[in-house]
């Protein structure tokens, strides 16, 4: 007969503190214990004894007692602490490369960006450059008393989970070993696609406190679209960000919606990318060219010509439209998840031309009898991938709290 395993008491109660902590960032409403207990089936004493932890270790703090009737016992809600423990978040894009600190209440305890065109960028100066902006922050993080649960890096290119950079083509960076770095050692740093990282930030509760709604829930199934200067993508299913089997699925900005369109860096022709990619709707548009494309500035001409009437622009913006339409009908069909959240530049869309993307989606899916479509712009955040970023390293901490509290 197999041995039986022991249970580890330890891993128990971290398994426990794990649920409550995710039950309370996923709530918009104050829990109290008993409330607590009766969300996720723990005893009420067992709930008594990791809400103490919890607080101890200013974690969670309580709030105002309710009264809720004249015979009944106040009831205390318990909330979520700030100050005690921190997530960080990297970012290095085409535009640039920063910061974000991220407490878990959700508070932005500190952040830094420097604007720089990165194209063809010097890895070992931006890491460098990194390193020592993160060495003054951690240590003014430490003065104040917190403890740095994890570190997130968004890239805009294919990294492995061993920290492998294959290829990132608007960087011009190839077979860099992320490991290489100081930055990347010392914080333990967690790599990962820049458009993953953008579609965990949109998911309520993933590891920061939830204050609204949100546009889907905790548990949403959704495909998330980031717009820049290139196009990428991640796939969200039951809250869980898809990775395929070697961590690299979701690159639809790479979706052949003309094979003998323009040539993409990538080496293929016709990608949505060359069509609806940031730079090149400014570039085609005739507002500016080469690395002025690519400027916040130069984004803002284009939307504002497009309010304003300007013909060349609408064509560019309804051939870019049509573009992204026809990858979002390939994606939804390959899928099956009918919900598509616009992040970056194509975020600003306003309702109507949401409207009339949704409607010729709906228009040519194959499910389109059964399957309703929705297409949402994603939060007005500035920087979605370097929130999620941090939000991933705060999940460190939520799946292993012990790990960071004095019991």
């Known amino acids: 007969m197999a041995k039986l395993k022991r249970i580890n008491q330890n891993d128990l109660r971290n398994h426990n503190l794990s649920v409550v902590l995710e039950t309370m960032l996923r709530t918009t409403t104050p829990f109290s214990r008993a409330d607590l207990a009766k969300e996720t089936g723990l005893t009420k004493a067992t709930m008594s004894l990791l809400v103490s932890l919890l607080i101890d270790n200013h ?32 970012q290095i894009n085409t535009d640039g490369y920063g910061y974000i600190v991220l407490d878990l209440d959700g508070f932005v305890i500190a952040e830094r960006w420097v604007d720089e ?5 010097d890895a070992d100066a931006i890491f460098n450059d990194l390193d020592r902006l993160l060495r003054a922050q951690e240590e003014t993080l430490r003065e104040h008393g917190y403890a740095i649960t994890g570190t997130g890096l968004a890239l805009p290119g294919l990294v492995t ?17 992320l490991n290489q770095y100081d930055l990347i050692r010392r914080l333990d740093v967690i790599a990962g696609n820049e458009s993953n990282m953008a579609a965990v930030a949109q998911l309520p509760g993933y590891a920061t406190q939830r204050v609204d709604e949100g546009i889907v829930g905790p548990n949403g199934s959704f495909i998330y679209i980031s717009t820049d200067i290139g196009i990428g993508g991640a796939l969200v299913r039951s809250g869980t960000v898809v990775r395929g089997d070697h961590g690299f699925a979701g690159e639809v900005g790479h979706v052949s919606v003309q094979m003998d369109g323009p040539l993409c860096r990538c080496g293929r022709r016709g990608c949505v990318e060359m069509y609806a990619g940031r730079r090149a709707i400014v570039e085609d548009a005739d507002i500016a060219h080469g690395a002025d494309a690519a400027s916040q500035r130069s984004l803002d001409e284009f939307f504002r010509r497009a309010e304003e009437g300007d013909a060349r622009t609408l064509e560019v913006m309804d051939r870019a439209m049509r573009a992204l339409e026809s990858m979002i009908v390939s994606v939804i069909n390959a899928t099956d998840i009918g919900t598509v959240i616009l992040g970056g530049a194509w975020a600003r869309l306003d309702g109507v031309h949401i409207r009339l993307m949704e409607r010729r989606v709906q228009e040519r899916i194959l499910a389109r009898d059964v399957v309703h479509v929705r297409i949402m712009c994603a939060r007005t955040d500035t920087r979605p991938a370097l929130i999620g970023a941090a939000i991933c390293g705060l999940r460190k901490f939520i799946d292993a709290p012990l790990s960071y509290i004095d019991e």
């Open 117 to 121: 065109d990165l194209h063809d960028a």
């Open 161 to 177: 989970e061993e920290g492998h950079l294959i290829v990132a083509r608007n960087l011009g960076w190839e077979d860099v070993d």
């Open 59 to 90: 974690i969670v703090r309580e709030g105002v007692p309710i009264v809720q009737s004249v015979f009944g016992r106040p009831s205390t809600p318990l909330l979520i602490a700030g100050g005690a423990v921190c997530g960080i978040g990297i």
